[in-house]
């Protein structure tokens, strides 16, 4: 190439595509909207209930474990399922679950009384967690609770409290490792690797009072790899046969915690949900498979199977509620940016801090769509609903919807300069019922009291 052919170098420059405005394709038009939630209007919801309401389905709910259980059971028989209590304790939610033949998985005190109160027999409570007490652990060992060991301080109290109680207690060891598929979380639990787990199996072998009798792994949460749990699997069965050998204890269970993925688009993911998503199948596929392989040799043996437990929270919850939310408030940004302030913030939606929920329309709405930021009604920075979305203009009294909300925000919700609102469950006839109140003043303030000297707010002099 000659020096002379080349062309002259210029700066390049970038000019901003603006979202939504006409281009060569025209305008986004004919947006799509929901004025309905399991039949029922989201008008009529808003008159009755006001704004903002969590709306949550029974029939999804049901439908959704028992798709769940059928995943598991056409392909390894003898399952159990434990519904994960932080995912969403609302009593009307755990009570539907547990009537389709859920246990309880808890992972505090508050979570174990919650459960009981509700009803859930203590041999169908599945105690987790790295912070279990004396009290609550004697109520447990009392009451014939299944209790899963997070460290060795917590083996010791139990083998004391077992002694004293002058009880054989069955226990089963939570575990950590690597898979190879998610980040390990080595914070819970035995790890195998490095010996701890088997050195523990140990102890508990020679315990006069404690049983091993259970292994269980929760690996993360949100995981797209069926394939992680075929491998936890593996792992977890190969030391079950060491454990067994080693020990002389015999393991019924094998709990594989929770973690699937649920129909929510995680911020930063670049395909869809529905194109990333395992269905239950395809992670019933993966883990029946590794599980029937990796225990033949017992059955061959005449050696009964664990029975496989399962925890799952976000995907049998997340898509059976949503969040409707009301817009009060138009502005423009300095960057030209369409935003909206409305009723329902991060103090509602806690996990808006990672996933980008689907937000629709619930009327026909005219005009172009733009790209638009959400913010809440809190008086702070971060109650960010959404930083972008695609919205066409909406009016003062317009309404979201956000979905899916089920997972982890009527538990995380923050109590935070608003009222919390309320919860409304749709069954399955279309009858409606309340089932959280929305708060008010005297909830606010009945836990707290006020000296003597400062109930009068007159300064003095
Ligand atoms: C949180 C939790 C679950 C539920 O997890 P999901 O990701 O919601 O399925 C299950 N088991 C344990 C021990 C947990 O801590």
């Not at 030391?239 to 699937?260: K, N």
Request: with cysteine; proline share 4%; charged share 20%.
């Amino acid at each position: 190439m000659s020096e002379s052919s080349k062309k002259s170098w210029s700066k390049p420059s970038l000019t901003p595509h603006r979202m939504g405005a006409l281009n060569k394709f025209g305008s986004m038009h004919g947006y799509h909207y929901q004025d309905k939630f399991e039949g029922v209007s989201i008008a009529e919801l808003l008159a009755k209930y006001g704004s903002p309401l969590f709306v949550i389905s029974e029939q999804r709910l049901r439908d959704n474990v028992r798709k769940l259980l059928r995943a598991f059971e056409t392909r390894y028989g003898n399952v159990t399922y434990a519904w994960s209590y932080k995912t969403n304790y609302l009593g009307a939610v755990c009570n539907t679950l547990h009537q389709e033949g859920a246990w309880a998985e808890v992972v505090s005190a508050f979570e174990y009384e919650k459960a009981r109160q509700l009803g859930v027999p203590a041999e169908k409570i599945l105690f987790n967690g790295p912070h279990k007490e004396r009290p609550i652990l004697e109520r447990v060992v009392a009451e014939g609770g299944r209790i899963h060991l997070d460290h060795l301080d917590e083996l010791y109290l139990l083998e004391s409290i077992a002694r004293d109680a002058n009880k054989q207690v069955n226990v089963t060891m939570r575990l950590n490792f690597d898979t190879g598929y998610t980040e390990p979380w080595s914070r819970f639990g035995f790890n195998i690797e490095s010996g701890k787990a088997m050195d523990a199996a140990r102890l508990l072998g020679q315990s006069s009072h404690l049983n091993l009798c259970g292994l269980h792994s929760h690996m993360g949460t949100f995981i797209l790899d069926p394939r992680a749990y075929a491998a936890q699997v593996r792992i977890m069965c190969a030391f079950m046969d060491q454990a067994e050998l080693a020990t002389g204890c015999r393991i019924d269970s094998i709990d594989i915690g929770g973690g699937f993925a649920s129909m929510n688009a995680l911020q930063g993911s670049y395909l869809p949900p529905e194109q990333l998503v395992p269905s239950f199948d395809q992670y019933a596929e993966a883990i029946c498979t590794a599980l029937n392989d990796s225990t033949r040799e017992r059955d061959l043996k005449g050696r009964a199977r664990p029975r496989l437990i399962m925890e799952s929270g976000r995907s049998v919850v997340d898509d059976a509620e949503v969040l409707i939310s009301s817009v009060v408030g138009n502005k423009h940004m300095l960057d030209g940016r369409r935003s909206l302030v409305l009723d329902a913030g991060v103090n509602l939606l806690f996990t808006a801090f990672w996933y980008n929920h689907q937000v629709t329309p619930t009327r026909l709405l005219e005009g172009v769509a733009e790209d638009t930021v959400l913010y809440g009604p809190l008086c702070m920075n971060i109650d960010v609903m959404r930083t972008s979305v695609m919205l066409p203009p909406l009016n003062v009294g317009d309404s979201l919807i956000f979905s899916p909300v089920g997972a982890y925000n009527n538990t995380q919700w923050m109590q935070f300069i608003e009222y919390r609102p309320n919860v409304v469950m749709v069954h399955a006839d279309q009858q409606l019922s309340v089932v959280r109140k929305a708060e008010n003043l005297d909830v606010m303030i009945a836990q707290e009291s006020i000296p003597a000297h400062l109930t009068s707010v007159k300064s003095k002099g």
